[in-house]
């Protein structure tokens, strides 16, 4: 085969891959219009720009992040057909802002929910391994984001620069994003992990760093459904009690959880059964 056609067939090929119905293969529109239920979002008036196409376009705006929005709806031709082929720029943020957050948090729940369930993953012994992590970043220096996100305060006094806490469950052989929290810098990870709960699928192993210690939030992680496991290294200072000596590094054990967390936690047990396992790395 000559250059020329492999050249000739790359570039269509890289065609095919910007065109709507690629975008539509993956959000399709039984699930925006489940989205849109979830959200109280009407659909019934047909716009220049409906919301079907806004949610493609704020897809379209992760793919090409340094271009302005209303470019790329033009871009993906997303619009109805019309005497005039390009979306003015009031049309797109007045779009977006009709379409509002929560729709499109849900389609994002809503694609992650299934692909899950669709595509088959690597396991470990039946499960599928999850991770949890969080991560704060700066948002567009505006009043109205410091004003929802707050700042850094230092000794020198305010950063004035907004800042987002995100935490998000993750499946780790693919890197797929099953849920994320969104909120202020105030709000601790522990309590954005806390609302990833009901996001936690059966048969699943979760696996934590030890600044998640919380017996309320790991009880909560465990009883959320069926086989639903967490793993985090274990602290300096953790007490606990043995039940069971399996071998020499691995035994059954009860945690003790505090009147605090029990206050703070409805349904929290005095004792929580885990298993403590001990290994070596380098022979340490």
Known sequence: MSLLTNLDETFSHAEDLNVIDKLMSFVDPELLQQA???SGVATVRRRRLPLDSVVLTIVGMSLFRNDPVWDIANKLNVSLPGKNRF?????????????????????????????????????WCG????????????????????????????AKGDN??????????????SHLLLASEFD??????????????PSVPDNSLTLFDRGYYSLGLLYLWMTKGVNTHWMLPARKDL??????????????ITLKTSPQAR??????????????????VDGK
Do not use: W
């Open 184 to 197: 202020s810098r105030d709000v601790g990870e522990m309590s954005l992990a806390q609302r990833l709960v």
């Open 87 to 123: 979306v003015a720029p009031s049309a797109v943020v007045q779009a977006r802002q009709r379409l509002g957050d929560d729709a499109v948090g849900h389609v994002f729940k809503l694609m992650a929910q299934r692909a899950f369930t669709e595509y088959a993953f690597e396991q």
């Open 263 to 280: 206050k703070k936690f409805d349904g929290l047990p005095e004792t929580i059964e885990a298993r403590l396992t001990r290994y070596k």
């Open 36 to 38: 849109y239920e979830l």
């Open 239 to 252: 007490q606990y009690t043995v039940r069971h000596q399996l071998s020499e590094d691995d035994a059954v």
């Open 127 to 154: 499960l599928n391994v999850l991770a949890v992590d969080g991560v704060m970043f700066r948002a567009q220096d505006t009043a109205e984001n410091l004003d929802a996100f707050g700042c850094d305060r230092n």
């Open 160 to 173: 004035p620069s907004p800042q987002v806490r995100m935490c998000s469950l993750m499946e780790t052989s």
